[in-house]
């Protein structure tokens, strides 16, 4: 672990002025192992930031990351850090989808880091980003795992409200999502839609699928066999178009597409459980959702 990323600051109380609170928030959390166990050793979370309550999977701990609030704004700034130490393993998962909403003030902002020591094991699982009409986004995920760490990561997104017809309706969103190991940038998505994103509708781009999602595994036994079994897999289901590849030898890389949200979470639990099975070997590390 870098020195210079290896302690958080230690916020104890919350320095935003009244009209902030709710605007700009932040959120700090280290997973440690102690005797034999996974334990939250520093949290701090400014609403609508809040904790959901720990508990045992495998040989670690899951928490929920829940957003008290209606959703974040144009204008608002909101950041998590997370920080998994060597030997500790942790599975966290959103309340619920987290909705951008519509306005005329500036891009809202949301940064996310996750730095994970070696030997340590962090899953993400979360459910979709949802853009209302006239939301402003940007949206940035740092994830840097050391030498020896293993990742799940799972994230969505939705073109909108599909059921009232407002998909492609926001005002703009950027995206950039970084995967680092050791010193190499291993994985890099971007992307910045205008205008509703009308361009996304054309054959090359989404098309006729309003769910797109991306999953990452690094384990050191991924294999190209394996990579490609769940390719097949994912291509058995009906109104799913996937893509999974192997751009490095220890990371398997998924993409999906779904025509609808029934077909779209098929197919992102059917990751998961290939994840769990075949290299984390652990049923343990699925979730009560």
Do not use: N
């Amino acid at each position: 672990m870098d020195p210079a990323r290896a302690a958080l600051p230690a916020l104890t109380r919350d320095p935003r002025p009244a009209a902030l609170v709710g605007r700009h928030a932040a959120l700090e959390l280290v997973f440690e192992p102690r005797g034999g166990r996974t334990v939250l050793s520093h949290a701090y979370a400014e609403p609508p930031y809040h904790i959901g309550a720990g508990y045992a999977v495998g040989r670690g701990v899951a928490l929920t990351i829940v957003c008290a609030g209606a959703g974040i704004f144009p204008g608002d700034g909101w950041r998590q850090s997370v920080r998994v130490a060597s030997g500790a393993q942790v599975v966290l998962s959103s309340q619920s989808a987290l909705q951008a909403r519509g306005g005329a003030a500036a891009a809202a902002t949301l940064r996310q880091e996750y730095d994970v020591e070696p030997d340590g094991e962090l899953h993400c699982l979360w459910d979709p980003l949802i853009p209302f009409a006239g939301a402003r986004l940007s949206q940035e995920i740092d994830i840097r795992l050391c030498g020896g760490a293993r990742l799940f990561w799972s994230d969505a997104l939705m073109s909108g409200r599909v059921a009232r017809s407002e998909s492609w309706m926001f005002a703009s969103l950027s995206h950039e999502l970084r995967l680092t190991i050791g010193e190499t940038l291993i994985y890099l998505e971007r992307y910045a839609l205008d205008h509703g994103g009308a361009r996304a509708l054309q054959p090359w781009s989404a098309g006729p699928s309003p769910f797109l999602g991306t999953a990452l595994v690094s384990h050191p036994e991924v294999t190209l066999a394996g990579v490609d079994r769940l390719q097949d897999d994912l291509g058995a289901i009906a109104g799913v178009h996937a893509g999974v590849d192997l751009p490095d030898t220890r990371l398997a890389v998924a993409r999906i597409a779904g025509r609808s949200g029934a077909t779209f979470k098929a197919a992102r639990a059917l990751i998961r459980r290939w994840a769990t099975s075949t290299l984390f070997r652990d049923a343990g590390l699925e979730i009560r959702r």
